[in-house]
């Protein structure tokens, strides 16, 4: 399967501790925003999603929090286990106020390697 | 239920050489994506499948790639003459609700193509 973590920012992290993964964006229009987590081997796996008009959601053990004045999303990973180690992706779309529907394709962020330590 | 599944998992071919992917989505889901991650870079959207249109193929790099989806079921990417920087992760994602509107995609685990 793929090298998912070459070449990509790392985060280490304590057994038991939290975890922040932050996720900047550029597109001042995008209105919906995706937390994803691949791990190895396998394709990205959804975990959350926010919308613009919220600044955070809860969901289990994560949480994500979205600023939209600079235009950043982080992802709050609580009590992290072995589980937890995958690159984490952020990704953002945004909604048509006509029709409702999104941009076709989802732009993804770089990712980042989040490796918990035993 | 069976999640999106690809074939080959795994693909090895020559320069010049033709290579197709295939994605089956999950039953019921008239969205279908396929996506695309160089090494080290982001992954990127390639193009959009409802039922057996092609909704939008803006991001697909050049017409050495071909997308079908005949009857709207399982879907086939095409790359003819591979070249050395199409290699990479091909992915496959389907939906039942269109994007943006609450819908989930749900990733299949992805061609690794070398192009050697």
């Known amino acids: 399967g793929e090298s998912v973590g070459l070449h990509l920012p790392t985060l280490s992290v304590q057994e038991g501790d939290n975890s922040i993964i932050n996720c900047a964006y550029s597109?001042?229009?995008?209105?919906?925003f995706i937390w994803y987590k691949q791990e190895s081997g396998k394709g990205p796996q959804f975990i959350i999603d926010?919308?613009?008009?919220?600044d955070k959601r809860q969901g289990q053990r994560v949480t994500v929090l979205l600023n939209k004045t600079v235009k950043h999303l982080s992802l709050q990973i609580a009590a992290t286990q072995p589980g937890d180690s995958a690159v984490y992706f952020c990704?953002?779309?945004?909604?048509?106020?006509?029709?409702?529907?999104?941009?076709?394709?989802?732009?993804f962020g770089k990712g980042t390697h989040l490796i918990i330590q035993p | 239920e069976a999640g999106v599944t690809q074939f080959p998992s795994h693909s090895v071919i020559e320069k010049g050489q033709t290579v197709t992917l295939r994605c089956d989505p999950i039953?019921?889901?008239?969205?279908l994506y396929w996506y695309r991650r160089v090494m080290g870079k982001e992954i990127k959207f390639l193009l959009h499948?409802?039922?057996?249109?092609?909704?939008?193929e803006s991001g697909m790099p050049n017409n050495r790639f071909l997308a079908e989806r005949t009857g709207g079921t399982y879907s086939t990417l095409k790359v003819q003459p591979a070249e050395l920087e199409d290699s990479g992760v091909y992915f496959c994602?389907?939906?039942?609700?269109?994007?943006?509107?609450?819908?989930?995609?749900?990733f299949g685990s992805g061609t690794q193509l070398s192009v050697l």
């Open positions: 994602a389907s939906s039942q609700e269109r994007q943006g509107m609450n819908e989930k995609l749900f």
């Open positions: 039953s019921g889901h008239d969205n």
């Open positions: 990704a953002e779309n945004y909604i048509d106020k006509d029709s409702g529907g999104g941009a076709d394709g989802l732009t």
């Open positions: 926010i919308r613009s008009n919220m």
């Open positions: 499948f409802v039922k057996e249109s092609k909704q939008d």
């Open positions: 597109n001042s229009a995008s209105d919906y």
